[in-house]
């Protein structure tokens, strides 16, 4: 239950358990959070035993019900499996087990595979074998993980595109989608590979493809223990990521200079005389990550002068984009899973193009499908809204653009060292913005009956905007919306009547001050309508004041790394404004912490 409680954040609609013991099988399932599971065994306890298997659920086929929950039985009860990812081809399968007199009982596509490993190892008498030729058979994505009476010590999982890890300990093992879920057990830990299946006995661990053939494994040590997933004493894992932020981002620079003063990613194994050839950046990735390349491309194409796209990955790969080996494409994912990030990366690779990942999850399936990755040292982020995950791939977009600028000479060694050094001090700012947001908090809790907010920004501001409306729309469940302030005369101002909250991210005064004055026109234009404006300004920008009805400062910054302090606000504003609302912050409805399926 402690290791379903550490992956709870993966899907909590319904959970369940199945256990070994008494020369049997013995299961529970339970729609809604895992309380409800706990709930369930303590009325009515399973038999004890020390091998079973356990699930938390985000459905896919089916609702959340009781009988749509994982495990999924056999009509023996003989064997039980857990699932993550979909089976594409469960209809035909399904109806071919119907045939065959099987009862299937549940709406789900997992349940074909509790009917066809029972099937199999009646042939077999051995549930990795069975395993092997069930996965065979299957389409789709996939992590199953099964165990049958007939072999009461063993485990067996399986994965295709879909996570699964290996934890081992002294006289015990774990498998897992996270490597959370065993952390408090053991910090060693087995990469699976795609197409393999994994075999857990008292006495070791064996790993075969879906052919048979024994596989490699690299085994790789956990570098952070069982605290780092705790709360800590904060009521919400996003309360305790937001605070984190400051050491996540001087976390990300560590070690990045050597002793010549010049940048090195030692991660990025792209060979210098390949990135000197790249003549055009693509960036992918989703949701949070997505802002991230948003504002990450200003940097690449300021500092290098390369073009960069950035794409929503779960279009890129439909749009048949234009790609070759001269071109970079970044996959941007905080947990390395993200099925969309994913299948855009291969997309590229079969193209011809270099991928480089930037990750926060060691050994996931993003970094190890890339040609090289650059890691962010965020530590484990639990809360499904992202946040300390965002600013340090913010740090490593940065880190990627000044390399590439190092590499191809259009940086010279004393600019980076320049803007390296700014980055340092961002650690700094933003613990002065974290210890400022008393007055945020407010602001929060009393507009927690409206319905809409706006965001406008411009120029990286734009994406901070967009990333403001993405939190409270997760969170809070408001209608929100980001705008670049630029297109509010082309129709968004239309929506500003009276009391409506704007949340305006102002560009810095100084370097860029042409768009300063063109925002500060913005949001006079806005008031003028109505609009009740939450101006967030650099310190010391006076200009702003006469036409802010809440004014939140934050610490003079370069512009281009502005995003790293002016996203913070947002972050603590939407946590609040979803508080008032009475809403799980850490658990927002119908979302999971880690999108696995398409
Ligand atoms: O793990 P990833 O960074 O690939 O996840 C991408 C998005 O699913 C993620 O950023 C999502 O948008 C967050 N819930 C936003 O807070």
Redesign the pocket.
Request: proline content about 0%; some cysteine.
């Given at each position: 239950m402690a290791g379903l409680r550490r992956l709870e954040y993966r899907g909590y609609d319904s959970a369940g358990v199945a256990v070994l013991a008494d020369g049997g099988l013995a299961a529970a399932r339970k729609a809604g959070k895992l309380v409800n599971l706990e709930k369930e065994l303590a009325a009515r306890p399973l038999p004890s035993g020390t091998t079973g298997i356990g699930h938390t659920r985000w459905a896919t086929h089916g609702g959340p019900t009781d009988a749509n929950a994982h495990p999924h039985l056999d009509n023996a009860g003989q064997v039980a499996v857990v699932h993550n990812g979909i089976i594409e081809n469960f209809a035909g399968l399904r109806a071919e087990l119907a045939e065959r007199g099987h009862e299937l009982r549940s709406e789900t596509d997992t349940e074909v595979v509790a009917h066809l490993l029972a099937e199999e190892f009646s042939a077999t008498a051995d549930l990795a074998e069975a395993m092997r030729l069930v996965c065979r058979r299957l389409e789709g994505a996939f992590t199953l993980v099964a165990a049958h009476a007939g072999e009461p010590d063993v485990v067996v999982g399986a994965r295709r595109n879909s996570p699964l890890v290996v934890g081992v300990g002294e006289g015990e093992a774990f498998l897992a989608s996270d490597v959370a879920a065993f952390i408090a057990h053991t910090r060693s830990a087995i990469e699976l590979g795609q197409d393999q299946v994994v075999e857990l006995r008292r006495d070791g661990v064996t790993v075969t493809g879906f052919d048979g053939r024994p596989a490699e494994v690299r085994s790789y040590h956990v570098d952070w223990d069982a605290s780092a997933a705790e709360k800590g004493g904060y009521d919400y894992f996003m309360l305790k990521e937001i605070a984190e932020q400051p050491k996540a981002v001087a976390d990300t620079l560590l070690g990045r200079i050597d002793a010549s003063g010049a940048l090195t990613l030692d991660e990025v194994r792209i060979p210098a005389s390949e990135l000197r050839e790249v003549d055009k950046v693509v960036i992918v990735?989703?949701?949070?990550?997505f802002h991230a390349g948003l504002i990450a491309k200003y940097a690449i194409e300021h500092w290098t002068r390369i073009p960069c796209e950035v794409e929503l990955a779960s279009e890129f790969r439909y749009r048949d984009p234009i790609l070759d080996s001269r071109s970079l494409v970044i996959a941007i994912?905080?947990?390395g899973e993200?099925m969309d990030?994913l299948m855009a990366l291969r997309h590229a690779r079969e193209q011809g193009s270099k991928v480089l990942a930037i990750c926060n999850t060691n050994g996931s399936t993003i970094p190890r499908e890339s040609d090289a990755v650059l890691y962010t040292h965020a530590g484990p982020e639990v809360a499904?809204?992202?946040t300390k995950?965002f600013l340090t791939q913010l740090v490593a977009c940065y880190l990627v653009a000044l390399y590439l600028g190092q590499v191809r000479g259009t940086k010279w060694g004393d600019e980076i060292r320049a803007v390296v050094r700014d980055l340092a001090q961002i650690s700094g700012a933003v613990e002065r913005v974290l210890e400022t947001m008393g007055p945020v908090r407010e602001l929060a809790r009393s507009l927690a009956d409206k319905d809409t907010v706006l965001f406008l920004g411009r120029h990286v501001g734009y994406p901070v905007a967009l990333e403001g409306a993405?939190?409270l729309k997760?969170l809070a469940y408001m209608h929100a919306e980001g705008f670049a302030a630029g297109e509010l005369k082309h129709g968004p101002i239309a929506l500003i009547e009276e009391d409506l909250p704007v949340v305006v991210v102002v560009p810095s005064p100084r370097g860029r001050s042409v768009l300063h004055d063109k925002i500060v026109s913005n949001i006079q234009e806005i008031r003028a309508r109505g609009a009740r404006t939450i101006v967030i300004a650099e310190e010391g920008d006076e200009t702003v004041v006469p036409y802010a009805d809440h004014l939140v400062r934050i610490p003079v910054t370069p512009v281009l790394l502005s995003p790293l302090v002016a996203t913070v606000p947002l972050q603590v504003f939407a946590c609040e404004l979803a508080t008032a609302r009475g809403n799980e912050v850490d658990q927002p409805r119908n979302?999971a912490k880690?999108?696995t399926v398409e």
């Open positions: 990735a989703c949701g949070t990550a994912s905080q947990s993200t990030t499904v809204a992202s995950a993405l939190k997760e979302l880690s999108v």
